[in-house]
Every structure is written in C-alpha cells, then in structure tokens.
C-alpha cells in the first residue's frame, strides 16, 4: 500500500553464510542503491549480517511510482530485483548454483509510530542480537551510522525519514537494556 512502511527480511537457505567479504556486502549495497532509484522505494533502515538482511521500507506513492500499473509494488520490485542480482553475483563468485534466499522475502506492515522507532533500534542492533560485534559501531553494514551522523561507507537512507538523534539513542538504550534482560533469562 503506497505510504506505508514494512519490515522486509529475508535470510539464505539453512542460514548458511552468503556475505563472506567486504565485496560481497559493498556489492548488496551497490545494488540496493540503484534498486531503491529505479523503484523510488524509500530506505529508513537496513542491515546485512552474513546470513540475512533487514530493511525498513516506505512504499512509493502512485504519482512517483515508474510505472502505475495496477497492483504494482515498488517494494516487490525492489526486493526482487535486489535478491536476483545479488544471487546471480554470489553464484558466479562463490562458484555455486542455485537458490540463496530461503523462499519469498517476509515482511510485517508498520502500523504505530512507537513500534516504528522500535523497529528501527532492532534493525539497526541486530548485529548485537546476533553476537556478530558488542558495539553497534564496529558493524558498518547497517544504518546505525547514519542515525548518528556517522556515515561511514554507504548513504542507502533516506535522510528525508531519519528520526531525531535523541529519540534514537532512547530508543536504543531501550533495546539494549531488552536484549541484556533476554539474555540473563536464558
């Protein structure tokens, strides 16, 4: 639906590894850009890990869509041109064959402002939920960066939707407090 925004992720076939280099992450984000320019799909947070990616994404409105079938999804599109792309680049450079993602990519619509600041926190924490770094700063493969002002590598998100850097750090505080709870229950 045009304006709203979804969570879209998706990870490789038996969680195994599909970004092994910096080439390999700085390919996906290469191509994301273009994708998100030919689509006019609009980018609020992103993260790629080894094994599966996370995007918050804001669906064109009909008047910027490329083209205005009905039906048409700029989000669809993307995520489709993306994924083909990046499956044909890591069959060719990985010498393998075939399918890499498991199945369609998944996606929640976003419906509350609140779980939307949430949502941002955990894409862009998720390196720390996943045990990859113990600092949001060490993982460059994400948003978090940008939020901070701190782009260090890639310009994916749409300024135009960077929420404000106190809300942020808040809402991160909050989510880290939740995953150091998470994990003394476990």
Sequence with gaps: MPDYFY???????????????????????????????????????????????????????????????????????FISLLSN???????????????????????????KEAYLQTLISYINLNPIKHKITNKPDDWYYTSHHNYLGQVKFFKLVDRDYLIDFEEYSKGMGQYIKALLKIDDEF
């Excluded at 499956?87 to 990519?105: A, E, L, P, V, W």
């Design 85 to 111: 792309s990046y499956t044909k680049y890591f069959n060719y450079n990985k010498d393998h064959s075939g399918r890499i993602f498991q199945g369609q990519f998944k996606s929640k619509i976003v419906k």
């Design 7 to 77: 969570h879209v992720y998706n990870r490789a076939v038996d969680k195994r590894t599909i970004f092994y280099t910096e080439k390999d992450y700085e390919f996906f984000i290469s191509k994301a850009l273009f994708y998100k320019e030919k689509t006019r799909v609009k980018i609020l947070a992103y993260c790629i890990l080894p094994n599966h990616w996370h995007f918050l994404l804001k669906e064109p409105t009909c008047e910027v869509a490329p083209t205005s079938q009905v039906g048409y999804s700029g989000i669809s599109t």
